[in-house]
């Protein structure tokens, strides 16, 4: 199976190589993949993954992850052909923050919309599943905590898309809790917020969220 990955930073190439290492396929989207800085990415992943365009690595493949910083977010989607994503996984692991005001970064959208529900309704026919976003990439694969496998809340429409991404959760390592429809974002988006925060306060970025349950 083959998983298309937009974006070439620090979370589309951890998530590359987490999605290698149990055998999918990777393309990572980029806006311009004859860049020197996409050569430099392709060097930096190695085999584990291919970087192309946009539109490629959207229309080649059957999960998308969009791993983009939120400014660029919409225009990647535009770039990638939103046709491309109809019936799709989508996996959204971005954050709608704004740093105009500086540390800590401030949302563009909440308590009333968030943007995982931005990504839906830009691909309607996809099926948007909200993952990834509560955590720093260094603990997005195989995270190795004290207290036990840390919790990665997730949401969406589609009941299928969230299944999938279950399990690709528990072959990275995590423990998943579903809090239902893509405007579970609204809720999710500020949890990055507050791991931003606690990061800053202790200049340390090796924490996660767990639910306790009795």
């Known amino acids: 199976m083959k998983v298309g990955i937009l974006g070439t ?3 589309g190439r951890t998530l590359a190589g987490g999605f290698a290492e149990i055998g999918y396929e990777v393309l990572m989207g980029t806006r311009d993949p004859h860049a020197d800085k996409a050569k ?3 060097k930096k992943v190695g085999k584990a993954a291919r970087i192309t365009t946009f539109a490629e690595a959207a229309a080649s493949c059957e999960i998308i992850v969009i791993a983009t910083l939120w400014t660029g977010t919409e225009n990647a989607v535009q770039m990638a052909g939103k ?3 109809s019936g799709k996984v989508v996996i959204d692991a971005t954050n709608p923050l704004v740093f105009s005001q500086g540390m800590p970064p401030q949302l563009a959208y909440g308590h009333t919309d968030s943007g995982g529900e931005h990504v839906q309704r830009w691909l309607p ?3 948007v599943v909200k ?7 260094a603990h997005m694969i195989d995270p190795k905590f004290p207290g036990g496998p840390p919790d990665m809340f997730i949401c969406g429409n589609d009941p299928s898309a969230k299944q999938l991404v279950t399990d690709i959760l528990k072959r990275f390592g995590w423990t998943t809790i579903d809090i239902g429809g893509i405007e579970g974002a609204r809720l999710l988006e500020p949890l990055c917020i507050l791991w931003v925060i606690y990061g800053a306060k202790t200049n340390s970025w090796n ?3 767990k639910m306790l349950r009795k």
């Open 131 to 137: 993952a990834f976003n509560i955590v720093g990439h």
């Open 9 to 11: 930073g620090d979370v």
């Open 207 to 209: 924490h996660a969220f």
């Open 125 to 127: 026919a996809a099926k």
């Open 40 to 42: 430099e990415v392709q």
């Open 83 to 85: 046709n491309n994503f």
